[in-house]
């Protein structure tokens, strides 16, 4: 018996389509009300945000509550009924990784907890904690278009026109061009210099050297920078079978790419320059003329975790290094991360991180430290995360007692798959686990669906 559809297909590498992604992101954007209420956090946008209401069996247990008491029986049939439903994932397998801890991070379930194997995106939960944690839930990018002096009453820019990018990984087009249009109709004619785009918010190779060269060119492996239009991929027609489809290319270089796309813009609407769009910094004297604001960083996560998007997770693997740290690359997002866990006093053994997406088959994460991981930052994460069998990437997962009690991240990689989240048990309350395998001879999906669901009757 099959415990996800398609199971299959979740044994291969995880790129699901942009097309998905994009469609996805409202889906991401279900949670936010709540997660917002749990982060405390303030937003100052006067857009209306989308709520949803926490199904029964999913309500937080009061502070107040006494916590769960696990006897010896209890435990003990936790590693039998495990133990059973790992068996034929395991059998063969190049490694494995499990842990399941309380809601206040005492283990529950071990076997080879300790040992570091690859997670693929289940690393996400790190970026995500990590960035809430630094740059807090109401976190905004800003997108901008700045100059020295304004426009002038003659609808001239003296100088040049910049537009600076701070990261924002959900930045469309459009966006953009509508920035254009409020240039235009604030009067905007001509540029006398050029326009700039500044990407120096965002440091490093704009693709990672630990991500193997079969994904270069997919979707799924778009460069990094600081100015990210459309997930800094092409959208285009391809016909496949008869069918016209969409396909999404990376661009070759995100920043060039960016410059060219927005002086066209700026030409479409009649707006003319003296010199071609280019690459460089503003002056720290420029006068903001226009500021576009991402949705709040608790939505982005939102959208980062329901559909595992790389580009997300690389974006605020960045913005986290030169938060904290001092450099915006992927050295100083991965030393920010590092220390987060630390403070936590969160168990790291065997750690190893090259990206922020868990795209890099070199990453090497134990159960021990997603699960205390998620154990601490329960009230941040919970919500963030999509329902098992319902929502996301998580979708396609045939639960059965689990089913509404289960929210995950999951992972795969052609011989990796991986789910990390909470379950609420029967009887216990709610609870973590990191489930991940690697190199296995079976069905580890469900293998992973079948211990869930005996973790959600205890």
């Known amino acids: ?256 790419y960016a410059a060219t796309q927005a002086g066209a813009m700026l030409a479409a609407r009649g707006v003319s320059t003296a010199g071609r769009p280019s690459i460089a910094a503003a002056p720290l004297d420029a006068v903001v003329l226009w500021d576009h604001r991402s949705a709040p960083l608790a939505a982005l996560e939102a959208h980062m975790l329901f559909v595992s998007d790389n580009h997300y997770a690389e974006q605020l693997l960045r913005t986290v290094g030169g938060e904290i740290v001092g450099d915006s690359d992927d050295a100083g997002g991965i030393a920010a991360e590092e220390q987060f866990l630390q403070r936590l006093d969160v168990p790291m053994p065997g750690l190893r991180l090259y990206d922020g997406s868990g795209l890099s088959p070199d990453n090497r994460v134990a159960a021990i430290t997603l699960a205390r991981l998620l154990a601490q930052e329960e009230p941040k994460l919970y919500l963030l995360l999509p329902l098992g069998g319902r929502q996301g990437t998580l979708e396609d997962y045939d639960f059965t007692t689990a089913l509404g009690r289960v929210r995950a991240k999951s992972g795969h990689l052609s011989d990796v798959a991986a789910l990390a989240g909470y379950v609420t048990t029967m009887h216990h309350g709610r609870i973590a686990f990191a489930f991940i395998i690697n190199g296995s001879r079976g069905d580890p999906d469900a293998a992973i669906v079948r211990a869930v669901d005996r973790l959600a009757m205890l």
């Open 1 to 256: 018996m099959s415990y996800v559809k398609n199971s299959a297909s979740f044994r291969r590498r995880s790129n699901r389509s942009r097309a998905r992604k994009r469609g996805a992101f409202t889906v991401g954007l279900l949670g936010f009300g709540l997660v917002w209420l749990i982060a405390h956090a303030h937003s100052t946008s006067s857009a209306p945000q989308a709520t949803v209401a926490t199904p029964p069996l999913l309500k937080p247990v009061p502070p107040s509550a006494p916590l769960p008491v696990w006897s010896g029986s209890d435990r003990s049939r936790v590693k039998k009924d495990l133990a059973s439903a790992f068996a034929p994932a395991i059998n063969g397998a190049a490694g494995w990784s499990f842990a399941v801890v309380d809601s206040v991070g005492r283990t529950l379930f071990d076997d080879r907890a300790n040992d570091a194997v690859a997670p693929a995106s289940a690393q996400k939960l790190i970026v995500a904690a990590s960035a809430l944690d630094a740059l807090g839930a109401g976190y905004r990018y800003h997108t901008i278009f700045a100059d020295r002096d304004g426009i002038g009453s003659d609808g001239r820019i003296a100088g040049d026109l910049w537009l600076i990018g701070s990261g924002d990984p959900s930045l469309q087009s459009q966006d953009v061009r509508n920035g254009v249009g409020t240039l235009w109709r604030s009067g905007l004619r001509r540029i006398d210099g050029s326009l700039r785009v500044d990407v120096s918010a965002l440091r490093g190779p704009e693709l990672n050297s630990h991500w193997e060269r079969r994904d270069n060119g997919q979707d799924y492996a778009a460069p990094v920078s600081a100015i990210s239009l459309d997930g800094n991929t092409i959208e285009s027609q391809q016909n496949a079978g008869g069918s016209e489809i969409k396909v999404w290319t990376p661009v070759a270089n995100a920043a060039q």
